[in-house]
C-alpha cells in the first residue's frame, strides 16, 4: 500500500487570539474600536477567505500601520502542519499541532461529488463510547473557533496546489461537537458566509452522540444543515452498553429530541448504525432498528466498525452486513452502508486520536 507522509518546519504558535474566530460583524466591530472604516473587514475576509494569505503583511491593500495592528492582536497561523499523510484511495490525514503541544487530526475525503473535510471540535473526547479512540485519553480542551476554521482553511490551501476546492465539511472528527456548542455555531456560521468559505448549509454535516438540551437549542437555531445522530443500538439497553452517555441522555427522550428537531426544521437526519459484530448486527437488531424509526423522517448509514487496537470489537461478515441493510430496506428504511476510506492510514471512522506531543517528547 502506497503511503505518503511530509513534515514540514515547526514553527512557533503565538497565543494570541486567531482572527479566524471573529465573524464579519466581530471583525467590523473591532475595527471601530481602533478608528478603522468598517468596510476594511470585507477586504481582510477576502485576504483571509478568498485569497487565503498566510501572513498578515501581504494584505496589500490595508494599510502598513492596520496590518501591524493586526498582527499584534491576532494570530493568522494557529496550526502546524506536522504530517500530511496519504492513503491509496486519495484520502488525507493531516496532523496539526496547537499552540500548546496539543495535536489534532483533520481528513480530507475525495469523493466523486468533491472533496470533503471532516474537522475536530475537541482535543479528545469525555463521552467515552466504547469502540472509539478519540476518546481513550478524555477531555484535553475545547477548541476555539478559529482552530477549527482554521482546518478547513489548511485543507484548502493544500488543494490550492492543484486548483481544486472544499466543496463540504463533515463535523464527524475528534470530540464532541455538542460538547463545544458556542464554538461549533461560529465555525459553522464563518464557513458558511457567502464572505468566508461560503460552504453552502446542505453541504456541511454535524455529528452528535446525542446530547438532548443541545439538539433543542441546534434545532432552534434552524440552520439547514445535514444532521446525523450517533444510534448504533436499537435500544436503550444495548445503547448504554456501547455509549455510556445513553445513561445520562437515554434513547426514548433522544427520539423525542430528533422528532422536535425534524418538525422545527423540516430536514430529515440521519442515524449512524456502527456494525460491531455479534453485538448489535443481528436480523433482530435491524427489525428492532426499523421499529424505533419508523415514523421518523431519516436515513440510516450503516459504518461496519472501523479497527481500534485499544478495543475489541470485530468485523461484521460481508454477507450479515448486507443481510442487514437488505431486514431494514424491507422494512421500508432509507439505508446506505458507508464506504470506507482512508482506514490504511487510521482516518476512518473512531480511529482519529488527539495527541499530546510535549507529552511525548518530554
Ligand atoms: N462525537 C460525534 C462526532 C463523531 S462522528 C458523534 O459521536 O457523533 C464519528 C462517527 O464514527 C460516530 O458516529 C462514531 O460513533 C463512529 N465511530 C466511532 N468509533 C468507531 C469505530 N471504531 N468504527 C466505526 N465507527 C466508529
Same mark, same amino acid.
Given at each position: 500500500?502506497?503511503?505518503?507522509?511530509?513534515?514540514?518546519?515547526?514553527?512557533?504558535?503565538?497565543?494570541?487570539? /486567531?482572527i479566524?474566530?471573529?465573524?464579519?460583524?466581530?471583525l467590523?466591530?473591532? $475595527?471601530?474600536?481602533?478608528?478603522?472604516?468598517?468596510?476594511r473587514?470585507?477586504?481582510?475576509?477576502?485576504?483571509?477567505?478568498?485569497?487565503?494569505?498566510?501572513?498578515?503583511?501581504?494584505?496589500?491593500?490595508? /494599510?502598513?500601520?492596520?496590518?501591524?495592528?493586526?498582527?499584534?492582536?491576532?494570530?493568522?497561523?494557529? $496550526?502546524?502542519?506536522?504530517?500530511?499523510?496519504?492513503?491509496?484511495?486519495?484520502?488525507?490525514?493531516?496532523?496539526?499541532?496547537?499552540?500548546?503541544?496539543?495535536?489534532?487530526?483533520? +481528513? $480530507?475525503?475525495?469523493?466523486?461529488?468533491?472533496?470533503?473535510?471532516?474537522?475536530?471540535?475537541?482535543?479528545?473526547?469525555?463521552?467515552?463510547?466504547?469502540?472509539?479512540? /478519540?476518546?481513550?485519553?478524555?477531555?484535553?480542551?475545547?477548541?476555539?473557533?478559529g482552530?477549527?476554521? /482554521?482546518?478547513?482553511?489548511?485543507?484548502?490551501?493544500?488543494?490550492?496546489?492543484?486548483?481544486?476546492?472544499?466543496?463540504?465539511? +463533515?463535523? =464527524?472528527?475528534?470530540?464532541?461537537?455538542?460538547?463545544n456548542?458556542?464554538?461549533?455555531?461560529?465555525?459553522?456560521?464563518?464557513?458558511?458566509?457567502?464572505?468566508?468559505?461560503?460552504?453552502?448549509?446542505?453541504?456541511?454535516?454535524?455529528?452528535?452522540?446525542?446530547?438532548?438540551?443541545?439538539?433543542?437549542?441546534?434545532?432552534?437555531?434552524?440552520?439547514?444543515?445535514?444532521?446525523?445522530?450517533?444510534?448504533?443500538?436499537?435500544?436503550?439497553?444495548?445503547?448504554?452498553?456501547?455509549?455510556?452517555?445513553?445513561?445520562?441522555?437515554?434513547?426514548?427522550? $433522544? =427520539?423525542?429530541?430528533?422528532?422536535?428537531?425534524?418538525?422545527k426544521?423540516?430536514?430529515?437526519?440521519?442515524?449512524?448504525?456502527?456494525?460491531?459484530?455479534?453485538?448489535?448486527?443481528?436480523?433482530?437488531?435491524?427489525?428492532?432498528?426499523?421499529?424505533l424509526?419508523?415514523? +421518523?423522517?431519516?436515513h440510516?448509514?450503516?459504518?461496519?466498525?472501523?479497527?481500534?487496537?485499544?478495543?475489541?470489537?470485530?468485523?461484521?461478515p460481508?454477507?450479515?452486513?448486507?443481510?442487514?441493510?437488505k431486514?431494514?430496506?424491507?422494512?421500508?428504511?432509507?439505508?446506505?452502508?458507508?464506504?470506507?476510506?482512508?482506514?490504511?492510514?487510521?482516518?476512518?471512522?473512531?480511529?482519529?486520536?488527539?495527541?499530546e506531543?510535549?507529552?511525548?517528547?518530554?
Amino acid at each position: 500500500m502506497e503511503k505518503m507522509t511530509t513534515q514540514e518546519t515547526i514553527t512557533e504558535l503565538s497565543q494570541k487570539p /486567531s482572527i479566524y474566530s471573529l465573524q464579519l460583524s466581530e471583525l467590523k466591530e473591532w $475595527l471601530k474600536e481602533q478608528n478603522e472604516k468598517a468596510f476594511r473587514a470585507e477586504q481582510i475576509f477576502d485576504w483571509l477567505y478568498k485569497k487565503r494569505v498566510s501572513d498578515f503583511a501581504q494584505m496589500s491593500n490595508l /494599510s502598513k500601520n492596520l496590518r501591524d495592528m493586526l498582527s499584534e492582536h491576532f494570530t493568522l497561523t494557529t $496550526l502546524n502542519t506536522i504530517i500530511k499523510q496519504e492513503s491509496a484511495d486519495g484520502t488525507i490525514k493531516f496532523l496539526f499541532e496547537l499552540h500548546d503541544g496539543y495535536s489534532i487530526e483533520t +481528513v $480530507l475525503m475525495r469523493h466523486d461529488y468533491g472533496n470533503s473535510v471532516c474537522v475536530t471540535t475537541q482535543v479528545g473526547c469525555r463521552i467515552g463510547c466504547t469502540f472509539c479512540a /478519540s476518546t481513550l485519553g478524555g477531555l484535553k480542551r475545547h477548541l476555539e473557533a478559529g482552530e477549527i476554521v /482554521s482546518q478547513v482553511v489548511k485543507v484548502q490551501q493544500a488543494l490550492d496546489e492543484t486548483e481544486e476546492r472544499v466543496s463540504s465539511v +463533515v463535523i =464527524m472528527g475528534i470530540g464532541e461537537p455538542f460538547d463545544n456548542f458556542d464554538n461549533m455555531l461560529s465555525f459553522l456560521k464563518i464557513i458558511n458566509h457567502d464572505q468566508g468559505l461560503n460552504i453552502g448549509a446542505r453541504h456541511i454535516t454535524v455529528s452528535t452522540s446525542g446530547i438532548i438540551p443541545k439538539i433543542y437549542q441546534f434545532a432552534d437555531e434552524n440552520m439547514q444543515i445535514n444532521f446525523a445522530i450517533s444510534l448504533h443500538a436499537p435500544n436503550t439497553e444495548l445503547r448504554s452498553r456501547l455509549m455510556p452517555i445513553n445513561k445520562a441522555y437515554k434513547l426514548p427522550d $433522544l =427520539m423525542e429530541a430528533v422528532r422536535y428537531y425534524i418538525n422545527k426544521t423540516g430536514r430529515r437526519v440521519s442515524f449512524e448504525y456502527g456494525l460491531f459484530g455479534g453485538v448489535n448486527d443481528q436480523v433482530e437488531h435491524a427489525k428492532e432498528l426499523a421499529s424505533l424509526i419508523k415514523d +421518523v423522517k431519516c436515513h440510516v448509514n450503516l459504518i461496519p466498525v472501523n479497527y481500534v487496537p485499544e478495543r475489541d470489537y470485530v468485523r461484521t461478515p460481508r454477507d450479515q452486513i448486507f443481510l442487514f441493510e437488505k431486514t431494514l430496506k424491507d422494512a421500508g428504511v432509507n439505508v446506505t452502508i458507508r464506504r470506507e476510506q482512508g482506514s490504511d492510514i487510521d482516518a476512518a471512522c473512531g480511529q482519529l486520536r488527539a495527541k499530546e506531543r510535549k507529552e511525548e517528547t518530554r
